[in-house]
């Protein structure tokens, strides 16, 4: 399967597929409606996680091709901008047609790129295509307000402006849903976009760039650039470009948010996290472990809001066993393999990284319940997998604990209350997201109030909110004030304009020089 299903989803015009057979396909910028090939000589490959294949070649896009970019976008902005409302929603409907239309092709171009199951990448297109269809009601979402006779003869209003050319830097993690956040929300706002996928895998940005060139989105309304580090810099410092939108790692996002807030750019910053998940006595057993196990290593641990953390209130020794047990069960493999639980994790890099942190977890006393370090996935013995590993014992001075580990590993913590339990995870520094399980309301009321964090799930392992709420996050998992999507994500990328009018038949001729106040 491997070649051949890769031939068959490759993306049409975003690649070049007309290399020889041996060469990988080179990933192409989108500049100005034109999916172009990069003059740079500088490239890095695109890896299968699963098999090492070189998928394709992504260029470091160089700063003449940014420029253009940035030019096109900003080009494209005076006609968009007064392109009705209605016309620019008829292209969200439109993409989300045709999202659903693609589904499958991208959901195996993420398997292949990102390694998650296809089911899962599934999902991940499927999250995306909510926020799409958000979209499509932008004229409600977007409406201003209005106050009559504010003063005699004087009425008052706000309109919700786009704010010109916006920007988007993607994580690897959620290779369509996080540009989906970004740019349909953005431009059906009226705004023109730069959008830059991650280098891990870009591919499913590409599709869905071509999707909404399908759909009608004119040319410059949505371009692409590809690269690391630099072009990032070059987005923070662009003065055409007017606010950013982030998801990644907290190193890269505060850098983004400080540097591109010394140019005077709003950002929307979203970063790590180490979600907890308290389990009280009462809490129903099986629900309650087949929340921890799926929330746990679902996507091999690779999701911001993956419940990595649990606190046993009164003892995790009765539940060890069991959650052990069901992990064990869950098959790891290629995510394109039939009846694969865990693919595996981005890299090789990440593969060490986390068994580096296990490593550390079992010095610093932690007792590994389960370990998945050394799990060899017959067929795909060169794939970055790291089988599901539970660490009990672990305390909040461990690294293990303080670093996000972002794979298939479950910490189980121990408290003697609902009240230490809180306090444990509030203490900890990010604030993506928390869970309770309980059959107790008094319980779940006091864990909803008095917990910090962005996302509370009451018996629900991820709560990620449907796109007519917003994606929050706090402490160190945000930085920002508007959040991703919902009114937030509308307030974003517009600014406000508020206008005075009089209007009166016969204007007073009587000049005044005081400061105008309500008559
Ligand atoms: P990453 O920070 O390594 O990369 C994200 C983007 O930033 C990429 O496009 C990358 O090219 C760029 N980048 C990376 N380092 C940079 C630097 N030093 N300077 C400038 N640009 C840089 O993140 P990742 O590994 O792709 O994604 C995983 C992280 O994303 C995890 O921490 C996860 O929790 C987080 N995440 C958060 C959310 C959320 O909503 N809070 C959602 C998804 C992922």
Same mark, same amino acid.
């Given at each position: ?9 490759? %993306?049409?015009? &975003? ?62 902005? *005076? ?66 307000? !209005? ?26 993690? %959620? ?107 009462? &809490? ?9 196990? &799926? ?105 293990? !604990? ?60 991820? *709560? ?6 917003? %994606? ?11 959040? %991703? !999507? ?6 974003? !990328? ?19 020089? &005081?400061? *105008?106040?309500?008559?």
């Amino acid at each position: 399967w491997k070649s051949s299903a890769i031939g068959s989803f490759r %993306f049409s015009t &975003a690649a070049d597929a007309s290399t020889s057979h041996q060469s990988p396909p080179k990933v192409r910028n989108l500049i100005g409606g034109e999916f172009v090939e990069s003059e740079s000589n500088a490239f890095i490959d695109v890896l299968n996680p699963a098999t090492q294949e070189v998928v394709s070649q992504l260029p470091l896009t160089t700063n003449e091709e940014f420029k253009a970019a940035v030019s096109a976008a900003r080009h494209a902005f *005076p006609k968009w901008r007064n392109t009705p409302v209605t016309t620019r929603q008829r292209i969200m409907f439109k993409l989300q047609e045709l999202i659903r239309r693609d589904m499958d092709k991208l959901a195996m171009n993420i398997t292949v790129e990102q390694g998650k199951t296809l089911r899962d990448a599934q999902g991940d297109v499927f999250r995306g295509l909510e926020v799409v269809e958000h979209a499509c009601g932008m004229a409600s979402l977007q409406m201003g307000e !209005y106050v009559s006779n504010v003063s005699n003869g004087i009425d008052s209003y706000s309109i919700r402006e786009p704010l010109g050319v916006c920007a988007g830097i993607c994580p690897f993690n %959620f290779p369509a849903m996080i540009p989906l956040w970004m740019f349909p929300m953005a431009v059906t706002c009226g705004n023109t976009f730069i959008l830059k996928p991650s280098e891990k895998d870009p591919g499913a940005a590409m599709m869905l760039a071509e999707l909404a060139m399908e759909a009608g989105l004119p040319d410059g309304v949505l371009n692409i650039v590809h690269g690391t580090n630099d072009i990032v810099n070059n987005i923070c410092d662009d003065g055409d470009i007017k606010a950013i939108s982030f998801v990644g790692s907290n190193t890269a996002g505060m850098h983004i948010y400080a540097r591109a807030a010394a140019k005077g750019k709003r950002v929307q910053s979203n970063m790590g996290a180490k979600n907890h998940a308290i389990v009280m006595p009462d &809490a129903s057993l099986d629900a309650t472990l087949n929340a921890l196990v &799926a929330a746990g290593f679902g996507a091999a641990g690779q999701r911001c809001m993956a419940l990595s953390t649990v606190v046993f209130v009164g003892g995790s020794k009765p539940w060890e066993e069991e959650l052990k047990e069901c992990a064990k069960e869950l098959k790891v493999n290629a995510g394109i393999e039939p009846g694969t639980d865990l693919g595996p994790v981005i890299s090789k890099q990440a593969k060490d990284r986390i068994c580096k942190l296990i490593q550390s977890g079992v010095e610093s006393g932690a007792r590994l319940v389960l370990d998945g370090r050394s799990i060899v996935v017959g067929g795909y013995e060169d794939g970055n997998f790291v089988g599901p590993t539970i660490l009990a014992d672990v305390t909040s001075n461990m690294e293990c !604990y303080e670093e996000e580990i972002f794979g298939p590993v479950l910490l189980c913590m121990q408290a003697d209350s609902l009240e230490e339990a809180i306090d444990i995870v509030n203490r900890n520094k990010y604030g993506n997201g928390a869970s309770i399980f309980t059959t107790s309301g008094a319980a779940a009321r006091k864990f909803q109030h008095e917990i910090e964090a962005g996302q509370v799930g009451i018996n629900v392992p991820i *709560p990620v909110p449907l796109p007519f709420f917003s %994606f929050t996050g706090s402490k160190s998992s945000f930085a920002g004030d508007l959040n %991703f !999507y919902g009114k937030a994500g509308v307030q974003f !990328y517009t600014q406000i304009k508020t206008v005075t009018q009089q209007w009166k038949d016969s204007p007073s001729r009587a000049v005044s020089l &005081a400061m *105008p106040t309500s008559q």
